[in-house]
């Protein structure tokens, strides 16, 4: 199973709907059997994919929370009992009654105080113990995935530097504004090789484009971008995510929806995540 961490510094440059798209192009365009990780105690993954009623119904005996509560107190905490099926049905794009394999671990709220039990001293870094149990909860079930994609905080809690350590890519959502290109350089340089000093590769998506920018600042951070990959410090991934009304109708749950199939989910845009999954193919992220 190859592990991919979705991750920026900044809040609001599309990580939780970089992780849908990203998770539904594995699951649905490459038939890959995907489970999707939610490490943000904001939950806005698992609210996404489960819709309201199911996720404010979600047994907290069997979400996120229990599991970083487990882990804490050193038992052998295990990821099976968080997971709920959000694969969307084939539709036109695959036989009806065949179903993407996609599974969600459902994250929630209470998860950040669990998490504060791994936070201490950066000389001891109690979040290298959280590493570990996370590793050996994704070895128990990766018999049983392809790809696990893992939305993480924006930040760099325990439960994110233990997903970035555990990563084989990195995918850093980013919108052509200034203010997030300094985040994403942040992000790249003082936490991932910097604090964690990992070699991991980075991967650049070019997020909520043409959200209130300017022209002229989208170009000048689209060369900046362009500099940083002829450095070789980070890869782009295409294409360029916009900030449409058909995403922000993807990202509705699904009771909101309809959602049942890829088309009906992404409509005109199922054309990109054909894109997306060509280019996460020609970079590696995906054999």
Not at 107 to 130: I, Q, Y
Not at 181 to 193: I, N, P, W
Request: charged share 25%; aromatic share 6%; proline share 5%.
């Amino acid at each position: 199973m190859k592990i991919i961490a979705v991750g920026n510094m900044k809040g609001g440059v599309g990580k939780t709907t970089t992780s849908i798209i990203l998770a539904d192009t594995l699951s649905a365009i490459l038939d890959k059997r995907v489970l999707a990780l939610d490490l943000d105690p904001q939950a806005n993954l698992s609210w996404s994919l489960l819709g309201p009623s199911a996720f404010h119904s979600h047994a907290e005996s069997s979400s996120m929370a229990r599991w970083l509560e487990d882990a804490a107190a050193g038992q052998m905490p295990r990821l099976t009992g968080t997971l709920e099926d959000v694969g969307l049905w084939g539709g036109s794009e695959r036989p009806k009654s065949e179903r993407a394999v996609l599974k969600l671990a459902v994250a929630s709220t209470r998860m950040r105080f669990g998490e504060m039990e791994f936070e201490g001293p950066s000389a001891s870094d109690p979040s290298h113990r959280l590493t570990d149990q996370l590793q050996t909860s994704l070895r128990e079930i990766r018999k049983n995935f392809d790809y696990c994609v893992m939305d993480c905080s924006p930040a760099f809690s325990a439960l994110t530097r233990a997903a970035l350590r555990l990563a084989d890519a990195i995918v850093v959502p980013t919108p052509l504004n200034a203010l997030c290109f300094e985040s994403q350089e942040v992000f790249r340089t003082l936490g991932v090789r910097g604090m964690l000093k990992l070699s991991t590769e980075i991967f650049v998506v070019r997020t909520r484009v043409g959200a209130a920018m300017g022209r002229a600042e989208q170009n000048q951070i689209a060369t900046r971008l362009i500099e940083r990959q002829n450095d070789g410090l980070i890869r782009q991934l295409s294409p360029d995510f916009p900030e449409t009304v058909d995403y922000m109708r993807a990202m509705n749950p699904p009771e909101l929806g309809p959602h049942s199939t890829l088309k009906s989910k992404y409509g005109p845009r199922v054309d990109d995540l054909r894109a997306f999954a060509a280019s996460l193919k020609k970079h590696g992220v995906v054999s």
